[in-house]
């Protein structure tokens, strides 16, 4: 299985994109590699009375550009802007389940957003936590229960700071059964 980091609007810096490549490759037991920057996204997946983007459409739009192949090819766009899905006011990602696309969203991870000092190490701590999580639901995982998995739902940014960034034993268990090339 591939995976492929597909920066939107933000390019990676080489320190970081090495950092998320080992962590990815180790989680996911998959080779990791990353795209060329992709610099415009069509302007009506842009809700200009919300002054967000919408995520649905743009893990479309994605799954429309790139065409991967769901059996040996996961891609995740890191994202650099703020993004709403559906009923939820925002989301730091989303993912098809199960499928080939999913994404990140920074905006909300960083907090110079909640008008804080910033701090690059907790940001690349969430941006981590999200990447994992994301792939995980591409990979086919559900939200567990367990609020330190990585797999567990964030409603606030509270929620991804209490969780670890690796699956708990219960969900390696699962993963490793929906994708024994895991094991």
Not at 4 to 25: D, M, N
Not at 74 to 79: F, H, N, P, S, V
Not at 93 to 112: F, K, N, P, T, V
């Amino acid at each position: 299985m591939q995976i492929i980091l597909q920066p939107v609007l933000f390019q990676l810096g080489e320190r970081f994109t090495s950092t998320l490549v080992k962590v990815l490759s180790k989680e996911f037991n998959s080779s990791v590699s990353s795209a060329s920057l992709i610099t415009e996204i069509p302007v009506q997946l842009f809700d200009k009375q919300r002054n967000q983007w919408k995520s649905n459409e743009i893990l479309q739009w994605l799954l429309d550009k790139r065409r991967p192949n769901r059996a040996t090819t996961k891609i995740l766009a890191i994202c650099d802007f703020d993004a709403y899905s559906n009923h939820l006011n925002f989301v730091f990602g989303e993912a098809y389940l199960d499928g080939s696309i999913s994404a990140i969203y920074l905006s909300r991870l960083r907090q110079e957003f909640y008008v804080l000092k910033a701090d690059e190490y907790l940001f690349y701590q969430r941006i981590v936590k999200e990447a994992v999580h994301e792939l995980g639901h591409a990979f086919g995982m559900n939200h567990c229960r367990n609020t330190s998995c990585v797999m567990h739902f964030s409603n606030s940014l509270s929620d991804t700071d209490i969780k670890e960034s690796q699956f708990c034993n219960v969900c390696k268990g699962i993963i490793g059964n929906l994708h024994p090339w895991q094991q």
